[in-house]
């Protein structure tokens, strides 16, 4: 082989050897129980390729156990254990993640129920007096045991909460570790410095023996590149499949649009400030995108129930499909119900077709809005990292759009990249279960105006 044959030939296993880097994030290795080496090594992280020259080895630090002492509880209620798990009895305190609670994160067989504060008093016993679902942090007292209806009580117990650290890049090269804020429920990652870039997170979920490949997130991508990538593959939709509204829209005419769905168009996860609802969100995004055109929006939600609940709930009472999402005579649905999960490909189809032919029967456009990840056990997966939605409802939403010309905005994509963000997903779930806080709202809305035009 002659010399410049090889230099080509070796130039190209480089490329290779580069791009596969890049593909995967900076190199990591793990030394039992928490020590974690990244580098050399290449990586793409959205549009921006960043290196480390030599190995750095950083010594992780997991989150301490919590020990509570003498919570004061009003009054235990009695234990269902037939119940979901955060409503098998009462929530511990440090445990409770909207109305629900952390789970995995109680130490189990730590809980304790006295009649009094500190060591004095009568220690209630477990399986007689009280009983606890150690996953999921409840307690309630049993009907034949020594604690009465309306007492009070005092609990102890320890946890060990969860918390995201973040190794970094500083704008002179060097790799530096930061350690998040522990916490439940909503975590954030630790917050990088003005010109530091995050290459790897590390994830710790409550009492850990050490770090595994499943606590370590390297980061190739960027919401904005995701949302850009969403944003290509999206385009045209609006001028195929929702022409009227668009045609209004850029005509300065006035355009209703209706949210249609369940706990999470009713604000699940931002109870506090409905303004970050996604669909206020895209309201005021398509506002100031198509500024001359009056948006009214109409939001008609039901809270744990799922299309059908709506549709065949009866007329004139709390919720009513007629009057809610029909008479407000919208230009546009947004479909979200997480709670249609439940549906298979084939009941997707038909399910789906009924509620189009309704819609289209009105002259009303539709968007269907893929929904967010929820707890990995209910989805039927282990872990927070996959390429694909797992759900077969997902994919049966998908195929019913492209088969019958309808827009899809496409939010479960851009759930399914968080882990190669450095996020994992669950962090984003202010109930610890399927409830998104506002940057979760925001994906919804960045998916819906992925399907506009920018005029």
């Not at 400030?273 to 008609?300: C, G, M, N, W």
């Not at 479909?335 to 009105?362: C, G, K, M, P």
Request: charged share 25%; glycine share 10%.
């Amino acid at each position: 082989m002659s010399t410049l044959s090889s230099l080509l030939a070796m130039a190209a296993i480089l490329a290779i050897t580069q791009d596969s880097a890049c593909a995967q994030g900076i190199p990591y290795r793990l030394t039992p129980p928490w020590r974690i080496e990244i580098g050399p090594g290449i990586a793409r992280i959205g549009e921006r390729e960043v290196q480390i020259q030599s190995p750095k080895a950083f010594d992780a630090t997991p989150p301490e156990m919590i020990s509570i002492q003498d919570e004061k509880q009003e009054a235990l209620p009695l234990f269902r254990p037939q119940a979901g798990g955060w409503m098998k009895g009462l929530r511990l305190n440090r445990l409770k993640t909207e109305e629900c609670t952390a789970t995995g994160l109680l130490n189990p067989g730590s809980l304790r129920v006295k009649s009094e504060a500190g060591q004095s008093g009568v220690v209630y016993e477990r399986g007689k007096d009280y009983e606890v679902d150690d996953f999921w942090g409840t307690v309630g007292r049993l009907e034949a045991g020594a604690i009465r209806e309306g007492q009070g009580v005092f609990v102890d117990y320890q946890y060990t909460p969860c918390r995201l650290d973040t190794i970094v890049l500083t704008s002179g090269g060097e790799a530096r570790y930061l350690q998040g804020e522990p916490g439940v429920g909503l975590i954030y990652p630790a917050r990088e410095g003005e010109g530091e870039v995050p290459v790897v997170r590390l994830w710790f979920e409550g009492k850990m023996a050490g770090l595994t490949d499943d606590s370590i997130f390297p980061v190739t991508l960027t919401l904005e590149e995701a949302v850009s990538q969403l944003r290509r593959e999206s385009q045209g939709q609006a001028e195929k499949n929702l022409p009227r509204t668009l045609s209004k829209l850029r005509k300065g005419e006035p355009v209703t649009v209706v949210a249609w769905g369940d706990s999470v168009t009713a604000g699940g996860g931002v109870e506090n400030d409905p303004s970050q609802r996604y669909q206020e969100v895209f309201a005021h995004d398509l506002r100031e995108r198509f500024p001359k055109s009056a948006i009214t929006l109409v939001t008609a939600a039901w809270g744990g129930r799922g299309s059908r609940d709506y549709l065949e709930a009866p007329s004139g009472g709390e919720k009513d499909f007629v009057r809610d999402v029909l008479e407000p005579n919208p230009d546009l649905v947004i479909i979200e119900f997480v709670n249609d999960a439940y549906l298979d490909e084939e009941r997707t189809q038909a399910h789906y077709a009924r509620i189009l032919s309704i819609f289209r029967e009105h002259g009303i456009e539709v968007i269907l809005l893929t929904p967010h990840l929820v707890r990995p056990d209910w989805m039927d997966v282990k872990g927070m990292k996959f390429e694909e939605d797992p759900r077969p409802y997902v994919k049966g939403l998908r195929k019913f759009a492209r088969e019958n010309g309808v827009a899809l905005a496409d939010a479960s994509r851009i759930w399914c990249q968080l882990w190669q963000m450095g996020i994992p997903y669950i962090t984003l779930e202010t109930n610890s279960i399927n409830h998104p806080d506002e940057r979760g709202h925001r994906i919804f809305s960045d998916a819906l105006m992925a399907l506009f035009p920018e005029s």
